[in-house]
Nanobody, 122 residues
Framework: QVQLVESGGGLVQPGGSRRLSCAASGSIFSINAMGWYRRAPGNQRELVAG?????????ADSVKGRFTISRDNARNTVYLQMQMNSLKPEDTAVYYC??????????????WGQGTQVTVSS
């Protein structure tokens, strides 16, 4: 069983910055892609950013130039840096971490974290 634990959410003022972290633990042989998704009230969950195990990244158009995804493969951890002066009220959402996991035993599967709330408000 693999667990993903997110941290770093909270209340931030418009124009502020935040860094989300997500650490994977458990029976992990390898992790392929990792990513961040979000679900805003009344909306469907959407991809925010993704990163492969060799560092290739992809971003939603709405966050390009404002957010940066990175990962530490040695720690099975992925980060989402929301840059200073970039956060907007429309970024308010629950942010979920996702990992494409190959366990030591069994088949490759998607693992999800519980989510961390980010609220952008003055």
């Amino acid at each position: 069983q693999v667990q993903l634990v997110e941290s770093g959410g909270g209340l931030v003022q418009p124009g502020g910055s935040r860094r989300l972290s997500c650490a994977a633990s458990g029976s992990i042989f390898s992790i392929n892609a990792m990513g961040w998704y979000r679900r805003a009230p009344g909306n469907q969950r959407e991809l925010v950013a993704g990163i492969t195990n060799n560092g290739s990244t992809t971003y939603a158009d709405s966050v390009k130039g404002r957010f940066t995804i990175s990962r530490d493969n040695a720690r099975n951890t992925v980060y989402l840096q929301m840059q200073m002066n970039s956060l907007k009220p429309e970024d308010t959402a629950v942010y979920y971490c996702n990992a494409d996991v190959q366990p030591w035993n069994g088949r490759r599967y998607d693992s999800w974290g519980q989510g961390t709330q980010v609220t952008v408000s003055s």
